[in-house]
């Protein structure tokens, strides 16, 4: 288990998950630093199936150059193995307009995903698709 602790996001992986969490907005050169730590984090898992489970407490509108960043490391992302992610959105009063921008980016990628208010929930859903997924 691996992780990375930054002032306004965490990103820890364990076997076939990458949890990662997010705290509020991040400014262009946190935006920056965390898609850096993405891409060396992601290439852990080159050749096998994982998930991610991301939680975003707090407002984390994204700007339109973030939401473009966003989708491709979401590329490089499933390039990786990427198959599936779990979002949770806690304690936003944005939480509609982060659920379009998440919906946008994830669909962009054809990343299977789901929206959750619950970690628990979220963690679960994603651990049942990678065991289906390695089954079939």
Not at 28 to 39: L, N
Request: proline share 1%; charged share 20%; hydrophobic share 40%.
């Amino acid at each position: 288990m691996e992780t990375i602790v930054k002032e306004k996001y965490s990103i820890t992986s364990r076997s076939n998950i990458l949890q990662v969490d997010a705290f509020g907005p991040f400014n262009d050169h946190v935006a920056e630093k965390y898609i850096d730590d993405m891409y060396s984090t992601c290439d852990q898992f080159s050749g096998q199936s994982w998930g991610l489970l991301i939680s975003f407490y707090g407002n984390s509108v994204f700007s339109p150059e973030a939401e473009e960043a966003l989708i491709k490391v979401n590329k490089y992302r499933v390039k990786q193995g990427l198959i599936a992610n779990a979002s949770v959105i806690i304690d936003s009063s944005t939480a509609d307009i982060q659920q379009l921008q998440l919906r946008r980016i994830y669909q962009a990628c054809n990343i299977t995903f789901y929206v959750f208010s619950d970690i628990n929930s979220a963690k679960s859903w994603l651990e049942q698709f990678l065991q289906q997924a390695e089954a079939s």
